[in-house]
């Protein structure tokens, strides 16, 4: 089933693995998609995903959390900005659960050298108020 993304950036399909937008490896399966995603990712052996920030249309803003199902050797998300009040690049691999702001944080996930990693991420837009 094709359906539109809820971040303007066009139709996904619900259900199927695809390549992930960076193209560096990963597989995403949206498994829902009105007034929030829910999507699952899979981060296979020399997966990553580089440093970017994930823009919305102007007056929303973008919310994530991300639950880590399974840990991999490597594949660490990483966040750059103001953090926690760290102003530099930052690794958060002791937790299993992480909110952030993907619209305004410049984040990325680290190469996975062993295992597989997998994370279920809900993620949702509100308008600016």
């Known amino acids: 089933m094709e359906v539109k993304d809820t971040y303007g950036r066009g139709a996904i399909k619900l259900f199927r693995w695809v390549n992930g937008r960076q193209g560096s490896g990963y597989k995403i399966m949206y498994l829902w998609n009105w007034k929030f995603d829910l999507v ?5 052996v020399e997966s990553y995903i580089d440093w970017h920030v994930d823009p919305v249309p102007k007056g929303l803003e973008h919310h ?8 991999a050797e490597g594949g660490e998300f990483m966040v750059m ?11 958060q691999p002791k937790r299993r659960v992480i909110y952030f702001r993907p619209d305004i944080v410049t984040h990325s996930v680290s190469k996975v ?10 993620g949702w837009v ?3 108020k």
């Open 40 to 44: 699952f990712i899979r981060y296979p």
């Open 64 to 71: 994530r959390v991300n639950i880590i199902l399974r840990k």
């Open 113 to 122: 050298t062993k295992g597989e990693r997998w994370v279920l991420s809900i």
């Open 126 to 128: 509100r308008k600016v």
């Open 81 to 91: 900005g103001n953090w926690e009040g760290v102003k530099a690049p930052m690794t």
